[in-house]
């Protein structure tokens, strides 16, 4: 059974910085394109980053350049390493797991929801001015 748990958040101030952690259980991970998205209230879920069984990433705009995603297949652990946070980046923050083991467009893995299933529980990433 699939099984992402999140941890990491917390409440910085902007200019901040977090490292969000997903461990993942009961599929063979390394095999498989994995996300951030993050939803703040009164907003749809976005993605933020996606990370292929290669290495190769994909970012929204508006993290690039300050949030980093990576993966330990031997730990079976997604991150996202978040700096020069900003008040808009306050949002609950889900890991998941690609729907289809890898989506890619254009050659670089899918940031689409509904390519994504097997969503953990969350973690609050709140940003102060």
């Known amino acids: 059974q699939v099984q992402l748990v999140e941890s990491g958040g917390g409440s910085v101030q902007a200019g901040g910085s977090l490292r969000l952690s997903c461990a993942a259980s009961g599929f063979t991970y390394s095999t498989y394109c994995m996300a951030w998205f993050r939803q703040a209230p009164g907003k749809e879920r976005e993605g933020v980053a996606a990370?292929?069984?290669?290495?190769?990433?994909t970012y929204a705009d508006s993290v690039k350049g300050r949030f980093t995603i990576s993966k330990d297949n031997a730990k079976t652990t997604l991150y996202l390493e978040m700096n020069g946070l900003k008040p808009e980046d306050s949002a609950m923050y889900y890991c998941?797991?690609?729907?289809?083991?890898?989506?890619?467009?254009?050659?670089?893995?899918?940031?689409?929801?509904?390519?994504?299933?097997?969503w953990g529980q969350g973690t609050q990433v709140t940003v102060s001015s």
């Open positions: 990370i292929d069984r290669d290495g190769s990433t």
């Open positions: 998941a797991a690609d729907r289809y083991r890898c989506t890619l467009i254009n050659g670089s893995p899918s940031m689409v929801y509904k390519d994504y299933t097997s």
